[in-house]
């Protein structure tokens, strides 16, 4: 049986650095703080709003 091994996790937000790639600095923590509180309302089965949603993809997307 292979051995399950644990995602690399950022030392500050203890989320898997995978979600918070290509991001540097306040984006970075603001990236983590939105990601925790869509995962809190996912875990008590309410409604992620949409607005959470496209915050998420504008702090995560790579500029030129």
Same mark, same amino acid.
């Given at each position: 049986? /292979? !051995?399950?091994? *644990? #995602? #690399?996790k950022? =030392?500050?937000? +203890?989320?898997p !650095?995978?979600?918070?790639?290509?991001?540097?600095?306040? =984006? *970075?923590s &603001?990236l983590a703080?939105?990601?925790?509180r869509? !995962? /809190?309302? /996912?875990?008590? +089965? =309410?409604?992620? #709003? &949409?607005?959470m949603?496209?915050? *998420?993809? *504008?702090? +995560?997307? =790579?500029?030129?």
């Amino acid at each position: 049986m /292979a !051995k399950f091994r *644990r #995602p #690399p996790k950022d =030392k500050k937000t +203890g989320l898997p !650095k995978k979600y918070l790639s290509g991001t540097k600095g306040t =984006k *970075r923590s &603001q990236l983590a703080s939105i990601t925790k509180r869509m !995962k /809190a309302l /996912a875990k008590a +089965g =309410k409604k992620v #709003p &949409q607005s959470m949603i496209d915050e *998420r993809m *504008r702090l +995560g997307k =790579k500029t030129k």
